[in-house]
């Protein structure tokens, strides 16, 4: 009688640690992909958290630290108990990577185990951190969601004129570019309707249009960024709503004039504007 009972414990056992080894490889309870990313394949989530506000650490083109601060996802994936050969570090880096990319982000930095990503969407910043470990049997995603600055109200035609008039020059927020790029988006036409009108009321008015960076990047580079956002500008203005080429000029200056900290988020996003000044 007490030999069956042991090989019921025994019985017993394997099955409740069949269970546990079994359960180990589901997702925790409640969790859940995030809605930009799947995950690597035969990986599972071990742990997952979301914190209304917080803040993780970024690193910018340059490689230096910067705090981010926003709504936080946080996820850290196993990768299934038996899966030979696994993935490299290399692999689930450059995985994201390509991921972000296909839906418009793009890579801000890469370390040897870490990734730095970012992608402006919908009217939010999505700053992601993928971090690795060497055996690449696991990895942690993070993700900083942040309200872009609001703007709802853009600069209209007579308020450009009034600025212009009073100090010789008028911020034009509203204009918006993909990150490292000169490509005007849609959501940019209200904003470069205003200032065609502002042209067309005042057919003797000639302008600069300045574009101006943060100061993220190198000095060099933003100059020329800077300049061929203006470019765009003034290409708009001049094939779209056929405004005289002669009465533009377009400049770029980077980050020598800005009207913020580019230490915060919210300043850096100030200093990334177009100004017309009277020529």
Partial sequence: MKGWVKIILVIGFLVFALNVVAFAKQDARGCKDHPLFTRMEDFYIYECKEVKWDEIDFRDEKGKYIKVEGKVYY???????????GPSVLMILRNYENAIKKIGGVKVYQESFRNYLKLNKS??????KVETVSLANAYSLYIVEQEAMAQEVVADAKSMMSDIQTKGSAAVYGIYFDFDKADIKPESEPAIKEIAKLL????????YVVGHTDNVGTIDYNLKLSKARADAVVKELTTKYKISPDRLRAFGVASLAPVASNKTED????????????Q
């Fill in 75 to 85: 996820y850290r994936y196993y990768i299934k108990e038996g899966i030979t050969p």
């Fill in 123 to 128: 009217g939010k910043t999505f700053w992601v």
């Fill in 200 to 207: 067309q009321e005042n057919r003797t008015l000639k302008l």
């Fill in 267 to 278: 300043g850096r996003a100030k200093n990334r504007r177009v100004e017309l000044v009277e």
